[in-house]
């Protein structure tokens, strides 16, 4: 069974009313646009009111920032594995599984998920967090060729690489539950 992930069950917000919302509200219903991370949510709330989506995202963004290196590690060590152990099991959110769905990452054949599994292995042993992507945005073929590409970068590079990709991955999800005054 999939983790809980209230904002995939949001209604769409009016970011008025995410300004209004009370602390707890908060981050009830933004906490999971940063997987297993309502820490997050929680650390941006300080920073209303918001006058745009992208500023909210950017308040959200900055919490992740501002952590040190080990705590950017830990928090990306939150993330899943591509068609990983969580993928097989039935335990990640469900922007997570929809996510990965997009790219066919959840009906690999048994040679591809054997293949995705050695990369999850050697990126996070020279890494030390998972690969992370924004999955929709690429098909199979791209996500495999990143895979390669990214696991022979210095740490450093792929840790604020992952933290890119987060942010693109994100602004994606908060997206798709708040909108500003001036969108429809």
Not at 104 to 110: E, F, I, K, R, V
Not at 122 to 151: A, M, S
Request: hydrophobic content about 40%; charged content about 25%.
């Amino acid at each position: 069974m999939n983790a809980p992930n209230f904002a995939a069950d949001a209604p769409l917000l009016d970011l008025q009313a995410v300004n209004a919302l009370d602390r707890e509200e908060f981050v009830r219903l933004l906490g999971s646009v940063f997987e297993h991370s309502p820490w997050v949510a929680a650390g941006a709330v300080a920073a209303r009111p918001f006058d745009s989506v992208e500023a909210l995202h950017a308040a959200m963004i900055d919490v992740v920032r501002r952590l040190s290196r080990t705590e950017q590690i830990d928090f990306l060590c939150a993330h899943p594995e591509l068609a990983g152990k969580e993928a097989q099991s039935g335990d990640m959110t469900s922007d997570s599984t929809t996510e990965q769905a997009s790219a066919g990452l959840d009906a690999l054949a048994p040679a591809e998920l054997d293949l995705i599994t050695r990369m999850n292995a050697e990126y996070r042993q020279r890494h030390g967090f998972p690969f992370v992507i924004c999955v929709p945005r690429y098909n199979k073929t791209q996500i495999l060729d990143e895979f390669r590409r990214r696991t022979a970068n210095e740490t450093e590079a792929e840790l604020s690489e992952a933290v890119n990709q987060i942010t693109v991955i994100t602004g994606r999800r908060l997206r798709a539950i708040v909108r500003d005054g001036t969108r429809p």
